[in-house]
């Protein structure tokens, strides 16, 4: 009986002893937990002050108790108070491709003659730091993407239906699309502009009509591209014809020249002829003819036969003779 009494006491002063490391482990616990729960409310709180501001976006600060301040953010990490959010837009370039290959993005527009044309459009805006606060009110907290998705998408389809119903097919596919761009642009400019939405660019990056009307305006297009040979081809005839009159002029012109200059050549001969006989009989003396006949005289008498008389010679000059 004692010995078990002794067992029954040692067995209690072990189970005693062992809940004591129980409860230490559990503080412990306890604390580990509160110290991992401080830290991370910590960083749910600092989280909830300090936003980052990417590069090229401005932000919109709005307050639960005050609503929106007329400040904006600038890029980078910015602190505000947890009780405040800040949206985000783009006040550099932001390019945007409604394109059919994009989600299915693309535009059916109308035209002129009753046909209907699916457009790709591809364009480049920002929004203006000071008018952010405005289009935060405006657009009511909506993102720039929304805002691309809804506002500016419609005002695209609205402007684009209005240019292209004065326009033909082939003038939207090929004659007039750069002027069509244009007024769209334009149009489109003036309207987002109101909102502090600059629109940068715009383009028309496909135009494809129905099947049949691609053929016709080909089938058109074959036609004015064989007219424009035919007048290229003609407009070289005329200018070869035109060529062809100046070379013949050309050579004529050169043909008057050479008979003027050989005409004139030859009265410059003559005259000089004319002028060196001049000179010569003018230097001639009874004398100097009467010394050259006799050089050549071989001092025979000439004679004459038949019912001529005989040439006498001068008597000086038969005394220097002989």
Same mark, same amino acid.
């Given at each position: 009986?004692? !010995? !078990?009494?002794?067992?029954?006491?040692?067995?209690?002063?072990?189970?005693?002893?062992?809940?004591?490391?129980? *409860?230490?482990?559990?503080?412990?616990?306890?604390?580990?937990?509160?110290?991992?729960?401080?830290?991370?409310?910590?960083?749910?709180?600092?989280?909830?002050?300090?936003?980052?501001?990417?590069?090229?976006?401005? *932000?919109?600060?709005?307050?639960?108790?005050?609503?929106?301040?007329?400040?904006?953010?600038?890029?980078?990490?910015?602190?505000?108070?947890?009780? @405040?959010?800040?949206?985000?837009? /783009?006040?550099?370039? @932001?390019?945007?491709?409604?394109?059919?290959?994009?989600?299915? @993005?693309?535009?059916? &527009?109308?035209?002129?003659?009753?046909?209907?044309?699916?457009?790709?459009?591809?364009?480049?805006?920002?929004? @203006?730091?000071?008018?952010? /606060?405005?289009?935060?009110?405006?657009?009511?907290?909506?993102?720039?993407?929304?805002?691309?998705?809804?506002?500016?998408?419609?005002?695209?389809?609205?402007?684009?239906?209005?240019? #292209?119903?004065?326009?033909?097919?082939?003038?939207?596919?090929?004659?007039?699309?750069?002027?069509?761009?244009?007024?769209?642009? $334009?149009?489109?400019?003036?309207?987002?502009?109101?909102?502090?939405?600059?629109?940068?660019?715009?383009?028309? #990056?496909?135009?494809?009509?129905?099947?049949?009307?691609?053929?016709? &305006?080909?089938?058109?297009?074959?036609?004015?591209?064989?007219?424009?040979?035919?007048?290229?081809?003609?407009?070289?005839?005329?200018? $070869?014809?035109?060529?062809?009159?100046?070379?013949?002029?050309?050579?004529?012109?050169?043909?008057?020249?050479?008979?003027?200059?050989?005409?004139?050549?030859?009265? &410059?001969?003559?005259?000089?002829?004319?002028?060196?006989?001049?000179?010569?009989?003018? #230097?001639?003396?009874?004398?100097?003819?009467?010394?050259?006949?006799?050089?050549?005289?071989? *001092?025979?008498? /000439?004679?004459?036969?038949?019912?001529?008389?005989? &040439?006498?010679? /001068?008597?000086?000059?038969?005394?220097? !003779?002989?």
């Amino acid at each position: 009986m004692n !010995n !078990n009494f002794n067992v029954l006491n040692s067995l209690n002063k072990n189970e005693g002893g062992g809940g004591s490391k129980r *409860g230490f482990n559990k503080k412990k616990i306890v604390g580990l937990t509160g110290v991992v729960a401080g830290v991370i409310a910590l960083a749910v709180l600092i989280g909830s002050c300090t936003t980052k501001i990417e590069p090229g976006y401005n *932000g919109v600060v709005y307050s639960l108790n005050g609503g929106l301040k007329k400040d904006v953010l600038n890029q980078g990490l910015r602190l505000h108070a947890p009780w @405040e959010s800040v949206t985000q837009y /783009p006040t550099s370039t @932001e390019t945007v491709y409604l394109t059919k290959s994009n989600d299915n @993005e693309s535009f059916d &527009i109308n035209t002129s003659d009753g046909k209907s044309v699916n457009v790709d459009v591809v364009y480049a805006y920002h929004m @203006e730091a000071d008018k952010l /606060p405005h289009i935060f009110t405006k657009f009511r907290r909506k993102t720039h993407e929304e805002i691309q998705a809804g506002y500016i998408k419609t005002q695209i389809k609205t402007v684009m239906q209005e240019v #292209s119903t004065t326009y033909s097919v082939l003038g939207i596919y090929a004659e007039h699309r750069n002027e069509v761009t244009k007024q769209i642009h $334009e149009k489109l400019s003036t309207i987002l502009a109101k909102d502090g939405i600059v629109l940068e660019n715009f383009s028309l #990056s496909d135009v494809r009509p129905d099947e049949k009307t691609l053929k016709s &305006i080909q089938a058109i297009a074959d036609a004015q591209n064989k007219q424009e040979f035919l007048k290229r081809e003609q407009k070289n005839k005329e200018q $070869e014809a035109i060529n062809a009159k100046i070379e013949a002029q050309g050579k004529k012109q050169v043909a008057i020249v050479n008979a003027e200059a050989e005409a004139e050549k030859t009265r &410059i001969e003559a005259e000089a002829k004319a002028e060196a006989n001049r000179k010569l009989q003018q #230097s001639l003396s009874d004398q100097l003819v009467q010394y050259e006949w006799i050089k050549k005289w071989n *001092g025979q008498m /000439p004679t004459v036969q038949g019912s001529g008389s005989i &040439i006498q010679m /001068p008597a000086d000059m038969l005394k220097q !003779n002989k």
